[in-house]
């Protein structure tokens, strides 16, 4: 099945009540399967295509608050037109999940992916989930929902995925019965609702009196997604056999000389380069990042203790900095006093390849304590 | 028919002395009564009325953003249908929200013809911000943007004509009113709410602090911009004008002499030219909606 078709499944399984998004590439795909599943009556829910991303995302607001289940999902620019309402869903503790199909920003104008869009936006409140391949992202959406829910948790989520790399790639995938998810996924039972019979107020502003306490609160909430994240995952283990406990995966790591760190469908490729070099004696592993926010920092130190080497492969680049990568930075963060070195390696930007002898290249520049740094830059158009 | 002696916006609210809006929200809310959501945009009201843990309303009360007030409408009022409730759904925006920042959204939520009643309350600026020129702010009006000065008379654009974008949207019922006359306000909120599709009224809402009056002026200022006809209550259902309220119109002079922002229009002298200007437009509202009994002499 299709990576777009796939969580238009999982999405159509949560049973969210209403529906609301904006075509973007390469997201289009999902709604699209959506709009189809309403018109045939297959799901039961409002469908709104709205004007602009901005008003999708607030439409979402709108019907979370009510008390229903919403679903929306985008791509990049839509992901930035809507960014003052993706902060301020969080604010209001809304449990919206959206499936963001990963691509660059312009400009230059870009539809092919990298992941700046979701990383840009790791401040603001939202968990961020990545998934490798189909099943994984498709997985990550019965996870995200169950975990945002929960009342210790109530914060949005983003289940990230690279675009057309995996959105629209057809591969196996095992979805699960609408019995199954009922059962995994009960219906969503809000905290607190907009209702006559109980009125509220919500979205109210808070003078320097107040504010701090509200953001200390939201912080406390993303490091209870952390666990919540880790408990439904294992609790999707036990019931479909796909296990999604820890926040991390770790691959080959005994021994490793060099370890990578990577999000997302990089990681096959990494795994695929990472047996090749073990047959010829280099001792790489992988840690690959499944959920990025709240930031897993004590399992990748854990998961990297002891390597003397990590390069960490960046779909991304937080301009300005030294390291150049978003993630490296957190990473090094979370070995800080081991004395393991940390390398960003800006790769994949804009949807250029990243090929198996890209990452063997890397793992020598890491060994040689050369990073943080574009790898595979067209030196003659510079 | 809801009891109208029920006060559901509550008194100790942070609002100045004699505000239009505030006078409006409680006309609103005796209008719909209890059953009601109330979706606000960023301003004013929203500030005077809910310093967190504080709040004025006495009915489910929800605000986002500045421009999405429309949007998260739509998605309140989809989720109302989709579990059978039978709240109405009501935008309570200041012109900023409305004429400006929040025109995409509202394009959307009337195109789509979602069962919201968006209300206005129109002060014709900036408020919350300290007075800056909105799509609303009259001719001439000075504002901290558009300030009179040596080389300027005010705000050199008209007022944008919002009730008609809206009509042309396919609106179901599109209104305008004036705080001054509140038992019309209510009479045009009830009709709204009752009308099946998005439905869009403009309150014309006197701003002592911004347009610089005193505040125990606010209805007399109210009434003096609809006796000039600088504003017009009107009426349209399914794209017709049904009614506009008729008047024996006064000059544009008492009205403008009686606002700070529009007093540079007086000094040194009468500036003649503008307020000709000023007039033409009343003149031709007059013409437009049909409101003229007759003229004095």
Same mark, same amino acid.
């Given at each position: 099945?299709?990576?777009?078709?796939?969580?238009?499944?999982?999405?159509?399984?949560?049973?969210?009540?209403?529906?609301?998004?904006?075509?973007?590439?390469?997201?289009?795909?999902?709604?699209?399967?959506?709009?189809?599943?309403?018109?045939?009556?297959?799901?039961?829910?409002?469908?709104?295509?709205?004007?602009?991303?901005?008003?999708?995302?607030?439409?979402?607001?709108?019907?979370?608050?009510?008390?229903?289940?919403?679903?929306?999902?985008?791509?990049?620019?839509?992901?930035?037109?809507?960014?003052?309402?993706?902060?301020?869903?969080?604010?209001?503790?809304?449990?919206?999940?959206?499936?963001?199909?990963?691509?660059?920003?312009?400009?230059?104008?870009?539809?092919?992916?990298?992941?700046?869009?979701?990383?840009?936006?790791?401040?603001?409140?939202?968990?961020?989930?990545?998934?490798?391949?189909?099943?994984?992202?498709?997985?990550?959406?019965?996870?995200?929902?169950?975990?945002? +829910?929960?009342?210790?948790?109530?914060?949005?989520?983003?289940?990230?995925?690279?675009?057309?790399?995996?959105?629209?790639?057809?591969?196996?995938?095992?979805?699960?019965?609408?019995?199954?998810?009922?059962?995994?996924?009960?219906?969503?039972?809000?905290?607190?609702?907009?209702?006559?019979?109980?009125?509220?107020?919500?979205?109210?502003?808070?003078?320097?009196?107040?504010?701090?306490?509200?953001?200390?609160?939201?912080?406390?909430?993303?490091?209870?997604?952390?666990?919540?994240?880790?408990?439904?995952?294992?609790?999707?283990?036990?019931?479909?056999?796909?296990?999604?406990?820890?926040?991390?995966?770790?691959?080959?790591?005994?021994?490793?000389?060099?370890?990578?760190?990577?999000?997302?469908?990089?990681?096959?490729?990494?795994?695929?380069?990472?047996?090749?070099?073990?047959?010829?004696?280099?001792?790489?592993?992988?840690?690959?990042?499944?959920?990025?926010?709240?930031?897993?920092?004590?399992?990748?130190?854990?998961?990297?203790?002891?390597?003397?080497?990590?390069?960490?492969?960046?779909?991304?680049?937080?301009?300005?900095?030294?390291?150049?990568?978003?993630?490296?930075?957190?990473?090094?963060?979370?070995?800080?006093?081991?004395?393991?070195?940390?390398?960003?390696?800006?790769?994949?930007?804009?949807?250029?390849?990243?090929?198996?002898?890209?990452?063997?290249?890397?793992?020598?520049?890491?060994?040689?304590? +050369?990073?943080?740094?574009?790898?595979?830059?067209?030196?003659?158009?510079? | 028919?809801?009891?109208?002696?029920?006060?559901?916006?509550?008194?100790?609210?942070?609002?100045?002395?004699?505000?239009?809006?505030?006078?409006?929200?409680?006309?609103?809310?005796?209008?719909?009564?209890?059953?009601?959501?109330?979706?606000?945009?960023?301003?004013?009201?929203?500030?005077?009325?809910?310093?967190?843990?504080?709040?004025?309303?006495?009915?489910?009360? /929800?605000?986002?953003?500045?421009?999405?007030?429309?949007?998260?409408?739509?998605?309140?009022?989809?989720?109302?249908?989709?579990?059978?409730?039978?709240?109405?759904?009501?935008?309570?925006?200041?012109?900023?929200?409305?004429?400006? /920042?929040?025109?995409?959204?509202?394009?959307?939520?009337?195109?789509?013809?979602?069962?919201?009643?968006?209300?206005?309350?129109?002060?014709?600026?900036?408020?919350?911000?300290?007075?800056?020129?909105?799509?609303?702010?009259?001719?001439?009006?000075?504002?901290?943007?558009?300030?009179?000065?040596?080389?300027?008379?005010?705000?050199?654009?008209?007022?944008?004509?919002?009730?008609? /974008?809206?009509?042309?949207?396919?609106?179901?019922?599109?209104?305008?009113?004036?705080?001054?006359?509140?038992?019309?306000?209510?009479?045009?909120?009830?009709?709204?709410?009752?009308?099946?599709?998005?439905?869009?009224?403009?309150?014309?809402?006197?701003?002592?602090?911004?347009?610089?009056?005193?505040?125990?002026?606010?209805?007399?200022?109210?009434?003096?911009?609809?006796?000039?006809?600088?504003?017009?209550?009107?009426?349209?259902?399914?794209?017709?004008?049904?009614?506009?309220?008729?008047?024996?119109?006064?000059?544009?002079?008492?009205?403008?002499?009686?606002?700070?922002?529009?007093?540079?229009?007086?000094?040194?002298?009468?500036?003649?030219?503008?307020?000709?200007?000023?007039?033409? /437009?009343?003149?031709?509202?007059?013409?437009?909606?049909?409101?003229?009994?007759?003229?004095?002499?």
């Amino acid at each position: 099945m299709e990576g777009s078709h796939a969580v238009a499944e999982a999405a159509k399984l949560c049973r969210p009540e209403v529906v609301s998004a904006y075509p973007i590439t390469p997201q289009t795909h999902i709604v699209e399967r959506l709009a189809e599943m309403v018109a045939d009556g297959e799901l039961d829910a409002e469908y709104l295509c709205v004007d602009s991303e901005l008003s999708a995302l607030s439409v979402c607001l709108g019907s979370s608050a009510a008390g229903s289940r919403v679903y929306s999902a985008t791509s990049s620019q839509g992901l930035m037109l809507m960014a003052e309402v993706v902060f301020n869903v969080a604010g209001m503790r809304q449990p919206i999940i959206m499936s963001i199909a990963n691509r660059a920003l312009g400009a230059p104008l870009s539809i092919w992916n990298d992941q700046q869009d979701s990383l840009s936006l790791r401040d603001s409140g939202w968990f961020q989930l990545y998934g490798e391949d189909v099943q994984e992202m498709t997985d990550q959406h019965f996870i995200a929902y169950k975990a945002a +829910e929960r009342h210790d948790v109530l914060l949005p989520g983003f289940v990230c995925f690279d675009g057309f790399i995996l959105s629209h790639t057809y591969e196996p995938v095992d979805i699960p019965t609408q019995e199954e998810i009922d059962a995994y996924l009960p219906p969503y039972v809000p905290y607190n609702k907009l209702d006559a019979k109980s009125p509220l107020s919500m979205g109210m502003y808070a003078t320097p009196d107040y504010y701090m306490e509200f953001r200390y609160e939201t912080d406390l909430a993303m490091q209870r997604a952390g666990n919540a994240i880790s408990e439904v995952g294992k609790e999707f283990g036990e019931m479909f056999g796909r296990d999604y406990s820890m926040h991390t995966e770790s691959y080959r790591m005994d021994d490793a000389d060099v370890a990578f760190v990577a999000l997302g469908s990089i990681c096959g490729t990494v795994k695929d380069a990472i047996d090749e070099m073990r047959a010829d004696g280099i001792k790489a592993g992988l840690v690959k990042i499944r959920t990025y926010r709240p930031f897993p920092a004590k399992e990748i130190a854990h998961a990297l203790a002891g390597v003397p080497k990590v390069a960490v492969l960046e779909k991304n680049i937080s301009l300005g900095t030294s390291m150049k990568g978003i993630v490296g930075l957190e990473v090094k963060d979370a070995l800080t006093g081991t004395g393991i070195d940390v390398y960003s390696y800006v790769v994949g930007l804009g949807g250029r390849d990243i090929r198996k002898k890209d990452i063997r290249a890397i793992a020598a520049l890491a060994e040689k304590g +050369e990073g943080n740094m574009f790898y595979g830059l067209r030196t003659e158009l510079l | 028919m809801v009891d109208k002696s029920l006060e559901l916006f509550d008194c100790g609210h942070r609002a100045c002395g004699g505000c239009g809006p505030a006078m409006l929200a409680r006309l609103m809310l005796k209008a719909t009564g209890e059953n009601v959501i109330v979706v606000a945009s960023t301003g004013c009201m929203e500030v005077f009325s809910t310093p967190y843990p504080e709040t004025a309303w006495k009915v489910p009360w /929800i605000h986002s953003l500045f421009e999405n007030a429309a949007a998260v409408a739509s998605g309140i009022e989809a989720s109302l249908k989709h579990n059978n409730r039978t709240e109405k759904v009501v935008c309570i925006c200041g012109d900023g929200a409305t004429f400006d /920042i929040g025109m995409l959204c509202i394009s959307g939520a009337f195109e789509r013809g979602h069962d919201i009643t968006y209300i206005c309350y129109d002060n014709e600026a900036y408020m919350n911000t300290g007075i800056q020129r909105s799509g609303a702010t009259p001719y001439d009006a000075s504002t901290t943007t558009t300030p009179a000065g040596r080389m300027s008379t005010g705000n050199a654009l008209p007022k944008k004509d919002l009730p008609q /974008i809206l009509n042309a949207h396919g609106a179901s019922y599109v209104a305008t009113a004036s705080v001054a006359y509140p038992m019309d306000v209510m009479k045009k909120v009830e009709k709204a709410i009752n009308t099946p599709g998005a439905c869009y009224i403009q309150v014309h809402t006197p701003c002592s602090t911004g347009w610089g009056f005193d505040g125990a002026k606010t209805i007399e200022i109210g009434k003096q911009a609809i006796e000039c006809g600088l504003w017009v209550n009107y009426e349209m259902e399914n794209g017709e004008l049904k009614k506009a309220k008729k008047i024996l119109r006064t000059p544009v002079d008492d009205y403008l002499k009686a606002q700070k922002r529009f007093r540079h229009l007086f000094k040194p002298e009468r500036n003649a030219e503008e307020i000709a200007k000023i007039q033409a /437009i009343a003149d031709a509202n007059a013409a437009k909606y049909n409101i003229d009994i007759k003229l004095k002499e």
